[in-house]
């Protein structure tokens, strides 16, 4: 029996298409089979319940579709268009959504899953209340008892605003009104409006920016997690490291990502002769070296700018050296970014623990003057994009009996590896 594996990016929100009652509510998933792999532009079976009480409780709505996943594995429905839906009473429990996947397209649902809805929609609970009466008692005691529709046009005179003891309270609407004033009475606020840069408890505001950054915060994790694809079908695994995505294997296409043909070089005069795009195989064994080390390129292919998959490119110069100062700093950022042990490195090996996944290789180069491939296992050469001069382009290098990782001067003619990094 096959097993698909979801995971939830966006679990719900609500989509207003009428003024009094939303009819629609969002839901999206990555889908993956039981090998971790995506399932990508599949037409699957889906059914979709709400459940009240418990992942268990009683069904309130269910509805089936047949939605279709994109190149990266996501689908993205609509759902509460079925009869039953604007029947359900939101202020009433909790509530649960609980997918089912059929991955032929049929019913024969071979995994489900089941998440709280963490919050109801505003517009769909206001939908449920809106007749229920104001029978606060607090509510009914206080000032704001006395405020009519005149009154929003000159607030301060509602109800006499003024000193209020006889509530507990001074209050004071001038100060309550201007948010500068609630500020410089202390970022509680009297416990009305609490920590708005960085809340930690339930009661706390937020600002737009630190929403902002939660958002794209997460988006970086997704992007980590998915990995990235070329035009020839490779896959690579990515790693996100400080706010960067970086493929963590070595780039090992034969096209542009235009479609256009990189010529591979075997022959070693006609390496240093040529001035054209071109790549080649370590000791020219693709079955050996293309999934260890993948391939070894010279600047004239990094420099049109598609060499790598559509929304990555070759890193700037400056680029490596934020990755380098993250990781901490040119003593040690080799050690912190090569893989460990001797499979793919020299002994010793110095300061090598991979903290951050990165699987930096000891995968030489190509020589550009003799066409030899030196250092295997000594050392690791990656391609900048940053030009210097007509000859001459910037390069990072990691050695086998050193921590560091440095930016170096190489020529363009060298054969040299390449790790992407996401626009």
């Known amino acids: 029996m096959k097993k698909l594996f979801i995971t939830v990016i966006a679990v719900v929100s609500a989509t207003f298409l009428f003024a009094q009652s939303p009819s629609l509510m969002s839901y999206q998933a990555v889908v993956r089979n039981a090998d971790n792999q995506l399932v990508t532009n599949t037409e699957i079976g889906l059914k979709i319940s709400i459940l009240q009480g418990s992942p268990t409780g009683t069904e309130v709505y269910s509805e089936i579709q047949n939605p279709t996943t994109n190149a990266n594995g996501l689908l993205s429905i609509e759902f509460g268009g079925e009869t039953g839906f604007d029947a359900i009473d939101w202020t009433y429990g909790t509530f649960f959504i609980k997918t089912e996947i059929d991955l032929d397209g049929g019913t024969n649902y071979t995994i489900s899953g089941t998440n709280q809805m963490l919050s109801v929609p505003f517009a769909l609970h206001s939908n449920t209340t809106e007749n229920y009466d104001e029978t ?209 490195w020299a002994n010793p090996n110095t300061g090598a623990n991979n903290t951050y996944g990165f699987n930096a290789r000891g995968c030489g180069n190509r020589n550009h003057t003799t066409g030899d491939f030196d250092f295997d296992q000594e050392q690791a050469n990656f391609w900048t994009s940053t030009n210097v001069t007509g000859q001459i382009a910037k390069d990072v290098e990691m050695y086998y009996n050193s921590a560091n990782a440095e930016i170096n001067n190489g020529s363009m003619k060298q054969g040299t590896s390449v790790r992407c990094v996401k626009d």
Request: with cysteine.
């Open 136 to 344: 606060d008692p607090v509510f009914a005691a206080s000032p704001a008892v006395g405020v009519q529709s005149q009154d929003i046009t000159n607030w301060n005179s509602a109800y006499s605003w003024g000193n209020h003891a006889d509530y507990g309270y001074l209050v004071s609407f001038n100060e309550m009104q201007d948010l500068a004033n609630v500020i410089a009475n202390g970022s509680d606020a009297n416990n009305r409006i609490t920590n708005l840069e960085n809340p930690v408890s339930d009661q706390d505001a937020a600002t737009k920016f630190y929403i902002d950054s939660i958002i794209a915060d997460l988006k970086l994790n997704i992007y980590a997690e998915l990995g990235v694809t070329d035009i020839e079908g490779n896959h690579y695994e990515t790693v996100r490291i400080g706010d960067q995505i970086w493929m963590a294997e070595n780039l090992k296409t034969t096209k542009f990502n235009n479609g256009d043909d990189i010529t591979v070089v075997s022959i070693w005069s006609d390496w240093i002769n040529t001035t054209s795009p071109a790549m080649c195989w370590f000791y020219d064994n693709p079955a050996t070296y293309k999934e260890t080390y993948g391939g070894l390129y010279n600047f004239y292919a990094v420099n049109p700018g598609n060499l790598c998959p559509d929304g990555w490119h070759v890193p700037s110069e400056t680029e490596w050296q934020t990755l380098i100062d993250y990781v901490g700093g040119v003593n040690i950022a080799g050690g912190e970014l090569k893989e460990k042990g001797y499979t793919f």
